[in-house]
């Protein structure tokens, strides 16, 4: 079956060091979106994408940076993880056909602390 | 800007009783509205969406324009629909625009 898969599913890291985010999907969806989740904010969008070499910043996009090689990947690094880093990041993806955009397909989330 | 606004972080209701979970948003053009449910330890997943006006597990939302509302209702809450609860909304060429999420317990 198709899917949205993220690894790890939980890290720790130290403030400073740079740490990456998987994020795959076997739909072949052309849109693909990364959000944080904190309590008291819900989530909130960091990038996203809306194909291959195409990327977009997002309402809370810095310290964060995604590259689209692919249609099925969409990668987030911290490029120096600082400790308001610390959440549960969720990735997901949507098809987009002509003028119509699909629901949103969430991934099972990575749990980060930095400490 | 877009905003979405749930007013209650924490809702809580007897088994067998409606429920009803606000949702307001601000958007200046025709948006599209969403409510997604985390239950514990799992992934968001899509539970309405405005455009299809269906019913999922019971639970209904319709949009009101003028009131610029989403609420999500259900008549008979049961135990299995405690969870946490975000209305989304999708107005431009961007990402989704979450509430803060409202926490659904279903007292027995």
């Known amino acids: 079956d198709a899917e949205i898969t993220q690894s790890p599913r939980h890290k720790i890291t130290e403030t400073g060091r740079q740490v990456t985010l998987a994020c795959h999907q076997t739909?072949?969806?052309?849109?693909m979106f990364w959000y944080r989740q904190d309590l008291g904010h819900g989530l909130r969008l960091i990038h996203y994408?809306?194909?291959?070499?195409?990327?977009n910043k997002g309402e809370v996009s810095d310290g964060y940076s995604v590259s689209r090689s692919n249609t099925e990947d969409l990668p987030l690094t911290l490029e120096s993880a600082a400790s308001s880093q610390t959440s549960v990041y969720f990735c997901?993806?949507?098809?987009?056909?002509?003028?119509?955009?699909?629901?949103?397909?969430f991934g099972p989330g990575t749990r980060l602390t930095v400490t | 800007a877009q905003r979405v606004t749930q007013p209650e972080k924490l809702l809580s209701v007897f088994k067998g009783a409606p429920v009803e979970l606000k949702c307001n948003y601000s958007?200046?053009?025709?948006?599209?509205l969403f409510w997604y449910v985390q239950y514990s330890r799992q992934r968001l997943q899509l539970l309405l969406r405005?455009?299809s006006r269906e019913s999922i597990k019971g639970f209904t939302a319709d949009l009101n324009k003028g009131e610029t509302s989403f609420h999500l209702k259900k008549p008979f809450a049961q135990e299995e629909d405690s969870a946490m609860y975000y209305c989304?909304?999708?107005?431009?060429?961007?990402?989704?625009?979450f509430g803060k999420g409202t926490h659904l317990i279903i007292q027995p």
């Open positions: 997901a993806s949507e098809q987009f056909s002509g003028s119509r955009r699909d629901e949103q397909y």
């Open positions: 989304a909304l999708r107005g431009g060429a961007d990402g989704l625009t």
């Open positions: 405005h455009i």
């Open positions: 739909w072949n969806h052309n849109n």
């Open positions: 994408s809306y194909g291959v070499q195409d990327t």
């Open positions: 958007y200046s053009g025709s948006p599209e």
